[in-house]
């Protein structure tokens, strides 16, 4: 819960002293660091304000320029010359499809698997819960090549299905949901029982409310994960408007300096950092609720 | 209502551990009876094979005279209260009490009704929008109690419904369950390890070791007639004194004469192959001058233990150790030496097997 502590217990002592220097101290590095880590960003960002002329004419001015609509629009709507005219708002589109496809499609298969791994007995259980521990040994790029090769058999290339299903399956998050069913009192289930819950009631009633903090968490940790894909998207999509933003931001940079948009380029990256950053600061609160919190 | 029939019913786990061994108890219809021992003596074990929680590996179980040996738990209609309550966390108590109807189907305005009904009885009627985590250990036992009342079911089972309450609630939550049990007439399994509330609860009590019954009956009678040393040591707070005799040197081994541990003869004759002698602290006096007809013997008061109505002697005695009662204040202070007498009719004989004579 959020509620307020009590000043001066445990966690909110300064680290640093009590007095007023090393409170000044404490933020001055903070916000040192801050700097650090926000300049990059806000640099994209007003470089996606100015016009191709001001860019390639160092050095670029640290204040926003004047061209945002323009700019803006002509990346959403216009399309990117190297990318044969498709927009922006494509490439969103898709890439939001493949991030909720894998995220959401991660979190029904691993809490389905994680649910038949905790709850039932059955012939080789052990077995099969070893063999997805051992899938997190082999990481996507181990197995891209006979991946590749079913998708190209199966005809899924430059289709969403091609783009979402091999990276559905995950170790980590069935591990996870394993380890906090675990921790479910068996008293718990043999209740449900009681109260004539069968095996989906149970699932749907029960578990699957008490396990909304961690979806919730998983969903965020997820969706940045699939949003951020880099090396499949490319094997598995060859069609312009299929592609992500993440590797269409790639081939909208030349080699030559000259021949690319740069302040188109400023704008996608910016369009690519927003969603991550809205799912992260909406979600946040359930977020750290998952990972600190049970609700027991 | 209902009767509990368990006749010859066995456990045996996948890795061959026998954890009861063939009990055979007859509940009749609204009794409440309870299953007292110590840990491991399968007492749990038997309960859950009633609830349909765990399978029955032999023998068989019957509720109101139909035998529910393959039945799932739903279908037993039995309802649990358990030693942590398992209260789903997420949802308010009104839900927590209605969730076992709504899956059985009972129409809304039904639910509504019995939920709030038992809610008045259980005075839960102002909690009735909590979660669990915002009650009380006493409240969530309530409304594991309301749970389990709301459905109306054909036999109660507790699990150590009390052991997470301290003393003085669970003093209340015991006399509750006994005027609810009786009220409502719902018959009732009731497993605990503690001999107080098995004392007080039970219609019938049965009291079991190692995965066996050693004794069933009415609690008084197991209280004055316990069937063996363990009933006898586990029955009654403080437990019954249990002292070894054997027979005097030089004598046959099922002779009426016989001594105490430290030598000492006793001047009552005891049944020939008795091996242990018993007696309860509150049938021992602390005399001066000694009648005839009695046990006496000569103890070294080692602590005493005043309860305030009572006070409790703890002593060497016969090579032994023994608790001896004395009402009110106690004068005896640790290192006095005391004569103890207990009446010949108050003494309990168990042969070597711990068999009562």
Redesign the interface.
Same mark, same amino acid.
């Given at each position: 819960m959020a509620e307020p502590k009590a000043p001066g217990s445990g966690h909110d002592k300064l680290m640093i002293g009590q007095s007023a220097s090393g409170i000044y101290v404490a933020h001055a590095i903070l916000i040192l660091g801050l700097v650090i880590v926000a300049f990059p960003i806000y640099y994209t960002f007003v470089a996606s304000t100015q016009t191709l002329q001001t860019i390639l004419r160092p050095p670029l001015p640290l204040l926003p320029g004047s061209e945002f609509w323009n700019n803006y629009s002509e990346a959403l709507f216009g399309g990117a010359g190297r990318l044969g005219g498709v927009g922006a708002g494509t490439l969103l589109w898709n890439t939001t499809v493949m991030a909720l496809g894998i995220a959401v499609g991660k979190i029904v298969i691993s809490i389905l698997s994680a649910y038949a791994i905790v709850f039932f007995r059955f012939p080789f259980r052990m077995a099969i819960f070893w063999l997805i521990f051992i899938t997190l040994m082999l990481p996507v790029e181990v197995r891209i090549l006979p991946t590749y090769k079913v998708m190209v058999d199966l005809g899924l290339i430059d289709t969403y299905a091609g783009l979402i299903i091999p990276l559905i399956a995950s170790a980590t998050a069935t591990l996870l949901f394993r380890q906090f069913f675990m921790t479910i /009192?068996g #008293? %718990?289930v #043999? +209740? +449900? $029982?009681?109260? &004539? +819950? &069968?095996p989906w $009631?149970f699932f749907f009633?029960?578990l699957l /409310? %008490?396990s909304r903090t961690n979806i919730a968490a998983l969903f965020v940790i997820l969706f940045i994960y699939g949003w951020t894909q880099y090396l499949w998207p490319l094997l598995v999509t060859n069609r312009n408007d299929m592609t992500t933003i993440v590797i269409a931001l790639k081939k909208m940079v030349s080699f030559a300096d000259a021949d690319t948009q740069w302040h188109l380029v400023m704008v996608t990256a910016i369009l690519a950092i927003v969603p991550p950053i809205l799912v992260v600061v909406l979600m946040q609160r359930w977020f750290v609720r998952g990972l600190v919190d049970t #609700?027991? | 209502m209902a009767t509990v029939d368990l006749k010859d019913v066995r456990k045996v786990y996948p890795g061959g551990v026998e954890a009861v061994k063939g009990v055979s108890i007859a509940i009749p219809d609204k009794e409440l009876c309870v299953l007292v021992g110590p840990s491991g003596c399968g007492k749990s074990t038997l309960l859950r094979m009633i609830a349909g929680l765990e399978t029955i590996s032999s023998g068989t179980c019957a509720i109101d005279g139909k035998v529910v040996n393959a039945v799932g738990p739903t279908e037993r209609d039995i309802a649990m209260v358990f030693q942590n309550y398992a209260l789903y966390p997420h949802m308010k108590v009104y839900d927590n009490m209605a969730y076992g109807l709504r899956n059985r189907g009972t129409p809304k305005d039904e639910i509504d009704s019995r939920v709030r009904s038992t809610a008045k009885v259980l005075e839960l009627s102002h909690l009735l929008d909590r979660r669990p985590r915002e009650l009380s250990g006493g409240q969530r036992q309530r409304v594991a109690m309301g749970r389990a009342i709301v459905r109306n079911p054909k036999v109660f089972l507790f699990d150590e419904p009390l052991s997470n309450l301290d003393a003085k609630l669970r003093g209340q939550m015991r006399v509750e369950i006994k005027n609810l049990q009786r009220s409502l007439g719902v018959t009732s399994v009731y497993v605990t390890h503690d001999q107080l509330e098995a004392m007080t609860l039970a219609d019938i009590l049965v009291v079991m070791n190692a995965g066996l019954v050693e004794q069933m009956g009415a609690p008084l009678d197991i209280y004055e007639k316990p069937a063996s040393t363990f009933v006898a040591s586990f029955i009654g707070a403080p437990p019954m004194n249990l002292l070894a005799i054997a027979a005097k040197p030089n004598s046959p081994v099922d002779t009426a004469e016989k001594v105490l541990a430290n030598g000492e003869g006793l001047e009552i004759s005891a049944p020939a192959h008795a091996a242990t002698l018993g007696f309860r602290p509150e049938d021992a006096d602390v005399i001066s001058e000694g009648t005839t007809g009695s046990l006496k013997l000569s103890a070294t008061v080692e602590a005493v233990e005043p309860v305030g109505a009572e006070s409790f002697l703890y002593c060497a005695a016969a090579g032994g150790r023994i608790v001896v009662r004395v009402s009110g204040r106690a004068a005896a202070k640790p290192g006095d030496q005391l004569k103890v007498m207990v009446p010949a009719g108050k003494l309990h004989w168990f042969d070597s097997t711990g068999k009562r004579v």
């Open positions: /009192p #008293e %718990l #043999e +209740a +449900a $029982r009681v109260d &004539g +819950a &069968g $009631r009633d029960i /409310p %008490l #609700e027991k | -």
